[in-house]
């Protein structure tokens, strides 16, 4: 499981997490890609948020997600 649009000042979204990563321990990505308006900006430019704003927290989040799965497949 991914944690998306996660906002770590929110207990809601800590609580979802909590509940998450006990039910599904090992099947859930430890990277959160948080709430950020850069990913809509992105969409609708059609780039990847990652290419449009490559230091904001999301771009941020999603090369720390790609690091993590590679290093699963290792």
């Known amino acids: 499981f991914l ?3 996660f906002d770590s000042n929110s207990s809601f979204s800590n609580e979802i997490a909590s509940q998450i990563k006990s039910l599904f321990k090992e099947k859930t990505f430890l990277t959160h890609i948080p709430r950020s308006i850069a990913i809509p900006e992105s969409n609708s430019r059609g780039m ?3 290419l449009f704003k490559p230091n904001s927290s999301a771009s941020q989040a999603y090369m720390t997600l ?5 290093g699963h497949e290792k």
Not at 66 to 70: D, L, N
Request: a neutral charge; glycine letters at 0%.
């Open 3 to 5: 944690l998306t649009m």
């Open 48 to 50: 990847p948020v990652t």
């Open 66 to 70: 790609a690091r993590e799965i590679i």
